[in-house]
């Protein structure tokens, strides 16, 4: 047996123990009311500990709260419809699912994925699939509704596996989270942490909003490399051995061809679309357009532009949906409408009570201070080492990507761990915009792999569509490969693009003060 032979036998039988041991885990509904009861438990035994964490906004002393006294427990119970009603993917998923439910079942989302086979080389559908799922960031959390489950139902019409498709697809939308050559929300949010904590050790500092723009532009490529080689060539050959297709057959994309009225309701759907995003464009491009925010940028979270993302996606889908559904004869009447949008609800059933148990989980862990205080004493364990700049860039890199693995919030965390490696590395003669960068990498790395991301009980939800029984374990073992590689090529990636000296983005630079 060769070497190559050798690593790949050990890779499957690590795969499979992970995926054996994770099938084991409770349901996730019951995993995160499970989780709820540890929380509450060492949240009582852990007050009233002195663990000498100094908060680095508010400068308090960080401190443990008891869930389980009177006046928490009472609040928790009093607030918990509320929790669940606030509990933000769950608005975005079933919003967005009400158009794409309409379209997919008028038939249009089908005939798309079948236009699109016709024209893109079969060798090249990972690539473009990971491509797509990076891009659909400048989208908020679109990718989590619409490219994962599209990626499976692409895969399935090629005749590939189409966990492989969804596995490409969460890989490039949740692991290559900071890679995207479109600027997005995410951008003036993290620098504007960054600028806080700068200002804290040089009140003069300004940043760009786009200062990490060419990095994680260049990145892009890095995910997309690894996406592509990891899913044709580890993790659909395991796939295919060990995940049989045993879905809903009704429930499975079509195969036949696209009959000719077919293709005129797909033109006119899509036209319909287009014109839509035209109007879109104009009415965003418009002198004192409402659509942006007081400053008059489009971009920020203030914007309502940014905040109509998930309705947008709503209509952007529904309108071409009836079009086509009408056109090619699949909708006769209103009725079929309002059953495609009702069947979509009915999929979601599960995923919601999922979501309830998950947001008092998020809501507990949150409001127990614990995810505050393993930040603080991860980040001052790293500072206290004292290491040379790239080994601590490397550094903070593993540690994002472990206390991600618990605090999912991208800003949450960098809220958190800014203003204490910000200013420490200032002072060592490294700008805020590489520490900023190093954080970016560490943020998205181990998004798929922690069953505590919001969305992650929504990609089991989708595979089970094709192989029932996926569980928590199956996810985790099918996602490692990319956790890994990208934690180890992507660091490297950023050391390589450092010493080089390619720029990091617009107005940025790798030393401070700079030369």
């Known amino acids: ?59 308090n002393n960080v401190e443990i709260t008891n869930l389980l006294a009177g006046d928490k427990m009472a609040d928790f119970l009093a607030n918990m419809v509320n929790t669940f009603m606030g509990f933000a993917p769950l608005g975005v998923v079933l919003v967005a699912m009400l158009g794409v439910g309409v379209a997919e079942r008028s038939g249009f989302i089908n005939v798309a994925i079948k236009l699109m086979l016709n024209v893109t ?110 899913t044709d060539k580890v993790i659909e050959p395991r796939l295919k051995k060990t995940a049989t297709i045993d879905g809903d057959q009704e429930d499975m994309p079509v195969l036949d061809d696209v009959t000719p009225r077919d293709r005129k309701a797909f033109y006119a759907a899509t036209l319909t679309m287009v014109l839509g995003l035209v109007a879109l464009f104009f009415a965003a491009t418009a002198e004192n357009t409402p659509l942006a925010d007081p400053t008059g940028e489009l971009a920020s979270f203030a914007a309502p532009l940014m905040q109509m993302i998930v309705p947008l996606i709503f209509l952007l889908f529904i309108v071409p949906g009836i079009v086509h559904g009408y056109i090619s004869g699949n909708f006769k009447n209103s009725q079929d409408v309002i059953k495609a949008m009702s069947k979509s609800m009915e999929d979601m059933a599960y995923y919601m009570v ?42 903070l890199i593993m540690l994002v990507a472990f206390i991600n693995l618990f605090l999912g919030s991208s800003s949450a965390k960098w809220a958190l761990l800014s203003p204490i490696f910000v200013p420490m ?37 989708y ?13 985790v073992a099918m996602m490692l490969p990319f956790t890994f590689t990208l934690l180890i090529l992507w660091s ?24």
């Open 425 to 461: 590395l200032m002072q060592l003669g490294y700008s805020p915009d590489l520490t900023q960068a190093a954080y970016r990498v560490g943020d998205s790395v181990s998004n798929i792999i922690t069953p505590l991301l919001p969305y992650f009980p929504l990609v089991v939800l």
């Open 354 to 395: 999922m979501a309830f148990f998950c947001a008092l989980f998020i809501k507990a862990f949150g409001d127990s201070n614990l995810g505050t205080l393993l930040s603080i004493k991860g980040a001052q364990f790293l500072s206290s080492l004292q290491l040379s700049g790239g080994v601590t860039m490397v550094g």
């Open 1 to 59: 047996m060769s070497g190559s032979q050798e690593s790949s036998t050990l890779l499957n039988r690590i795969l499979d123990k992970v995926e054996r041991v994770g099938n084991k885990l409770p349901d996730p509904a019951v995993m995160f009311f499970g989780l709820l009861v540890i929380v509450w438990v060492l949240s009582y035994l852990l007050a009233g500990i002195n663990f000498n964490a100094i908060h680095p906004l508010t400068g």
């Open 121 to 230: 080389p079969k060798m090249l559908l990972t690539p473009v699939l990971i491509l797509i799922a990076i891009v659909s960031h400048t989208a908020v959390d679109a990718g989590y509704v619409l490219v994962i489950p599209l990626g499976g139902v692409i895969f399935y019409a090629a005749g590939r596996h189409p966990l492989a498709g969804i596995a490409a697809a969460f890989a490039g939308v949740s692991g290559g989270f900071s890679a995207n050559f479109v600027p997005s929300a995410i951008d003036p949010l993290l620098q504007g942490y960054t600028l806080a904590a700068a200002q804290i050790y040089d009140p003069s500092i300004q940043l760009n909003p786009l200062n990490n723009y060419f990095f994680t532009a260049a990145s892009s490529l890095v995910v997309v490399a690894v996406g592509w080689f990891l």
């Open 463 to 475: 595979c089970q569509r094709y192989v029932k029984g996926t569980g928590i374990g199956s996810l």
């Open 492 to 515: 490297a990636f950023l050391i390589i693009y450092w010493m080089i000296g390619f720029p990091l983005g617009i107005q940025a630079n790798y030393i401070y003060p700079a030369g």
